[in-house]
Nanobody
Framework: VQLQASGGGSVQAGGSLRLSCVASGRTFSSNAMSWFRQAPGKEREFLAA????????YYTSSVKGRFTISRDKSKDTLYLQMNSLKPEDTAVYYCAAGNPILSALTSERMYDYWGQGTLVTVSS
């Protein structure tokens, strides 16, 4: 399975971006997909996850209410709609796919496949 993330770019604070992540390759069997990000000099952090079949969503508190994760099963595509962007949202954003249990959704180790990352820069 290959994941291809896109949609990053530069935006002013308060603006919006939508990231996409297309899964390709052998039959997609992961039960969840997530978005993580890594800011300069910081560890990669979990942002949001979605159960591929049921559609249940989970968010970290710092993005809840501003970011929305969704998926289009017919296109094997994951999205992250980001609104009200802040300079502190500047980071490389990664999509990931795996079979995490609920209690470990936020753990990088639970994900088998990763996209290459797309850079989001938010200026003040």
């Amino acid at each position: 399975v290959q994941l291809q993330a896109s949609g990053g770019g530069s935006v002013q604070a308060g603006g919006s971006l939508r990231l996409s992540c297309v899964a390709s390759g052998r039959t997609f069997s992961s039960n969840a997909m997530s978005w993580f990000r890594q800011a300069p000099g910081k560890e990669r952090e979990f942002l949001a996850a979605i159960r591929w079949n049921g559609g249940s969503t989970y968010y970290t508190s710092s993005v809840k209410g501003r970011f929305t994760i969704s998926r289009d099963k017919s296109k094997d595509t994951l999205y992250l709609q980001m609104n009200s962007l802040k300079p502190e949202d500047t980071a490389v954003y990664y999509c990931a796919a795996g079979n995490p249990i609920l209690s470990a959704l936020t753990s990088e180790r639970m994900y088998d496949y990763w996209g290459q990352g797309t850079l989001v820069t938010v200026s003040s």
